[in-house]
């Protein structure tokens, strides 16, 4: 059972930058998508990026431009750089990855917290 571990929140200024890792127990190579959702209180869980394993990304509308998706198959991890934040990006960011091998597995991380001050 491969466990996600979600880091790098914490508060920011509106305008500011955070960078989100989500690490591995084990190896990630063989996990077809991994992704970045998000959810802020009273919300529902939204898709914020998500990257295949062939480097494919994608981005929800509300970040395309200011969110950077990426993964370090050697380190076992993947990562959201965020950029020129805004205050309705505050919110708990899960990270999650989707494994096929003839049975779907999917696992989450932990949520790491986001606060943007205006």
């Known amino acids: 059972q491969v466990q996600l571990v979600a880091s790098g929140g914490g508060l920011v200024q509106a305008g500011g930058s955070l960078r989100l890792s989500c690490a591995a127990s084990g190896s990630i190579f063989s996990f077809n998508v991994m992704g970045w959702y998000r959810q802020a209180p009273g919300k529902q869980r939204e898709l914020v990026a998500t990257?295949?394993?062939?480097?494919?990304?994608n981005y929800g509308d509300s970040v395309k431009g200011r969110f950077t998706i990426s993964r370090d198959n050697a380190q076992n991890t993947m990562y959201l750089q965020m950029n020129s934040l805004k205050p309705e990006d505050t919110a708990n960011y899960f990270c999650n990855a989707i494994e096929y091998r003839g049975v779907l597995r999917s696992y989450w991380g932990q949520g790491t917290q986001v606060f943007v001050s205006s």
């Open positions: 990257v295949t394993s062939g480097g494919t990304t």
